[in-house]
């Protein structure tokens, strides 16, 4: 049974930082797509982070700068390094992985497997 394992979430001070994992379990990773996304309350979910097999990385504009995705698949993890946070980053973030690494990495439906997420709350 695939299984994907969100933590690092917590409440931080706006210009802090969070680190959050994604462990994955129930296959092998090292050839998927991992993504992360976010959900704000009353709002749609939207992607934030993802990176290929191959290294490559993706953000979304909002985060681009302040955000880094990064990946050991010997351990099967994913991190997303948040720096310099800020109120509107407050959020569910889930972690997500795609069988096939040369999907659309900004497309919720080409994704798999999601986890259930970790809050992050960021206070101003």
């Known amino acids: 049974q695939v299984q994907l394992v969100e933590s690092g979430g917590g409440l931080v001070q706006a210009g802090g930082s969070l680190r959050l994992s994604c462990a994955a379990s129930?296959?092998?990773?090292?050839?998927?797509?991992m993504g992360w996304f976010r959900q704000a309350p009353g709002k749609d979910r939207e992607f934030v982070s993802a990176?290929?097999?191959?290294?490559?990385?993706y953000y979304a504009d909002s985060v681009k700068g302040r955000f880094t995705i990064s990946r050991d698949n010997a351990k099967n993890m994913v991190y997303l390094q948040m720096n310099s946070l800020k109120p509107e980053d407050t959020a569910r973030y889930y972690c997500?992985?795609?069988?096939?690494?040369?999907?659309?990495?900004?497309?919720?439906?080409?994704?798999?497997?999601w986890g259930q997420g970790t809050q992050v709350t960021v206070s101003s």
């Open positions: 129930g296959r092998t990773f090292s050839s998927s797509l």
């Open positions: 997500a992985a795609a069988r096939n690494s040369y999907r659309d990495y900004e497309k919720e439906n080409q994704y798999d497997y």
């Open positions: 990176i290929r097999w191959s290294g490559s990385t």
